[in-house]
């Protein structure tokens, strides 16, 4: 079984920063796809960024290119969002997740199998 932790949320004011750890374990994701959602109050969890654990291509959501970056620590089993420049509108839920065995898309929760239980982030104006 396959559990991830996020960690490093909080409030932080416009313009700052923040960095959101996931840490796997069990069976992990030597071989898969990580990647981090985000759910606001009302509104459908959507794709922020992923990377693929073999050769490290990494993926962004319009919204975020630029200004935050997923990186991961192989020996650590930890994936990282660092969010720079943050936004009111960058408030949400963060959830990382494990990509699924066969993924045909990145950017969709569909694509995923197993989620961490998610860290608040709140940007305030």
């Known amino acids: 079984q396959v559990q991830l932790v996020e960690s490093g949320g909080g409030l932080v004011q416009a313009g700052g920063s923040l960095r959101l750890s996931c840490a796997a374990s069990g069976r992990t994701f030597s071989s898969r796809t990580m990647g981090w959602f985000r759910q606001a109050p009302g509104k459908e969890r959507e794709f922020v960024a992923a990377?693929?654990?073999?050769?490290?291509?990494?993926y962004y959501a319009d919204s975020v290119k630029g200004r935050f970056t997923i990186s991961g620590d192989n020996a650590k089993n930890t994936v990282y969002l660092e969010m720079n420049n943050l936004k009111p509108e960058d408030t949400a839920v963060y959830y990382c997740?494990?990509?699924?065995?066969?993924?045909?898309?990145?950017?969709?929760?569909?694509?995923?199998?197993?989620w961490g239980q998610g860290t608040q982030v709140t940007v305030s104006s």
């Open positions: 997740a494990r990509g699924s065995p066969v993924q045909l898309r990145v950017d969709t929760p569909r694509g995923y199998d197993f």
């Open positions: 990377i693929r654990w073999n050769g490290g291509t990494t």
